[in-house]
């Protein structure tokens, strides 16, 4: 479709507005599928994809960045699938200025209710003579023929020069004016490395609203975008906001590459908070917040640090007798947000193996899951046997059992059985019965200095995959000594690193679990090296 490049921006109108319904409002663009996936061992396959776009419409975000299509065919079939399935958040694609990865990302969004591209091009001064190696002049024409381009698949598109933050003020008023004469709709203006203060990024957003009439005249959206390089993302996004700025792009639990994103939760919990402040609001539904961060965490294998703010598990727990004593007597003197306003439910449904069906259906869906009539049979299947385990199941053993059916769908090895010998003056031994995706079951046993090493060591001969333990973390996934261990490692294979998550309650079969889970994203056609092995990408 070829559209003029004079059009204003694209409408994008979200069902049912939060709190404030007057003022205006501040678009919430995720991109956990695409910049948060950067995070080291976060990879996620296409149904794990799908469960947290479907998460991320239900809480009415408003643009969802689904995927760098051109990086691996992986990618570009996943954004294709959510572009094709979500129809109230607008779904977005990543392009290089490329014309090959504008086509892509053009190719990828073609079927979406909503669609948009998001092209960007470096502009820093360190970018341009060490990345790029182009001048000024350069860069600008091939921003302003990508934006055309772009334009010919989608009216929405989205222009990022690149470190705009280290970009000089002068050439970021010139490119920003050629990108909207050019037809983008929304200028996102990047701390790529996280380099800004909140007063000098403020000031970035502050002086081309005044410097150019032209975003005021055609209604254009300026951005922000913002890595934790220095812990400021947040502040950063917020200055934004403060001086103009009506989107800010984030994600769930801040994931993202090196120390991450600016963190959804923690905008929209600022901007609800401190309305009082700020005078915005957004079309999130905080309720979702506390799942999202659940499912987000589960299914990436990226644990959240228990002071996150939140929704970290001390977010609301008060320790010190004198805060205990101001809550009990009025919860306001030290909880500044209530925890039902962000998901979080004082009573849990505790499962147990009486419960049916229909119970276990309910309690999926209310965590956000959205699974096929096959898929929670075999979850049903999986909860009679831990119920006959433990008395109770908890919410964050539903989560379990709804990741280990979704891991399913990549498995390469599936473990069956494991016998371990350790102890004191007892040499550990490991024998373990693993069968490949061609039905074939391989045995072997191995020693090692403990039990789990043993563990290793026969699984790296069973699937013929070495790889470097560099991380293993073990916790309960709920309460009561009948509890599961959650076992997580980190795996390095040259130079893709991988996480991998078992559950059982059976610490040992955990963490077995947990590397076939590691080795499986190592052999899985979804996880192989991408196409686009280096790019910087806002």
Not at 154 to 160: A, G, M, R, T
Not at 352 to 360: E, P, Q, W
């Amino acid at each position: 479709m070829t559209t003029t490049t004079t059009s204003t921006t694209t409408s994008i109108t979200p069902p049912a507005p939060s709190d404030h319904a007057d003022r205006p409002a501040v678009r919430i663009f995720d991109t956990t599928l695409r910049d948060g996936e950067q995070s080291p061992g976060a990879t996620l396959t296409q149904p794990e994809k799908l469960e947290i776009a479907r998460m991320l419409e239900s809480m009415n975000v408003d643009i969802i960045e689904a995927g760098f299509p051109i990086a691996s065919d992986g990618d570009f079939e996943s954004v294709r699938a959510i572009a094709s399935e979500i129809t109230r958040s607008v779904v977005c694609g990543l392009a290089r200025s490329s014309p090959r990865d504008i086509e892509r990302a053009g190719e990828a969004v073609r079927h979406a209710k909503r669609g948009r591209i998001h092209v960007f091009c470096a502009t820093s001064k360190i970018h341009r003579e060490h990345k790029l190696r182009k001048g000024r002049e350069e860069i600008v024409a091939l921003s302003v023929q990508s934006i055309k381009q772009a334009r010919s698949y989608v009216d929405d598109v989205e222009f990022s020069p690149e470190d705009a933050s280290r970009t000089e003020l002068d050439f970021l008023e010139e490119i920003t004016q050629a990108a909207i004469e050019a037809g983008a709709t929304t200028i996102n203006l990047p701390d790529t490395v996280g380099y800004a203060t909140p007063e000098g990024y403020g000031l970035i957003f502050r002086h081309l609203m005044q410097k150019l009439p032209i975003i005021k005249d055609r209604g254009i959206i300026l951005s922000t975008h913002c890595h934790n390089d220095l812990g400021m993302a947040v502040a950063n996004s917020l200055a934004g906001v403060m001086n103009g700025a009506r989107q800010i792009e984030c994600t769930i639990n801040g994931i993202g590459e090196r120390a991450g994103n600016a963190a959804l939760e923690e905008i929209v919990m600022a901007l609800r908070t401190r309305s009082d402040h700020y005078q915005l609001r957004t079309h999130i539904d905080a309720t979702r917040l506390y799942p999202a961060s659940r499912m987000v965490s589960s299914l990436t294998g990226l644990t959240v640090q228990r002071n996150k703010a939140i929704v970290g598990q001390n977010a609301f727990a008060h320790e010190s007798g004198i805060h205990q004593d101001g809550v009990l007597k009025y919860r306001e003197t030290y909880e500044i947000m209530n925890p039902a306003d962000v998901g979080i439910a004082k009573n849990e449904l505790v499962l147990g193996k009486h419960s049916g069906r229909a119970a276990l259906r309910d309690r999926i869906s209310q965590l956000g899951y959205t699974l096929s009539d096959p898929q929670l049979e075999a979850i049903f299947i999986e909860f009679k046997k831990l119920a006959d385990k433990k008395k109770e199941v908890f919410d964050e053993d539903v989560e379990a059992l709804v990741d280990t059916q979704l891991e399913a769908q990549r498995e390469t090895f599936e473990l069956l059985t494991l016998q371990v010998t350790a102890g004191s003056n007892v040499l550990p031994t490991a024998t373990l019965m693993i069968r490949d995706s061609s039905g074939e079951v391989r045995t072997d046993a191995s020693v090692g200095d403990g039990p789990v090493d043993a563990i290793y060591s026969a699984l790296a001969r069973l699937t013929g995959i070495k790889a470097t333990l560099l991380d293993f973390r073990i916790r309960s996934i709920s309460r009561g000594k009948e509890a599961q261990g959650e076992v997580t490692v980190d795996l390095l294979h040259g130079d893709l690193k991988v996480s991998g998550r078992g559950l059982s309650t059976d610490i040992l079969e955990a963490a077995a679990r947990a590397y076939l889970a590691a080795i499986n994203r190592i052999r899985s056609q979804s996880f192989r090296k991408r196409e686009v092995s280096q790019y910087d990408a806002v």
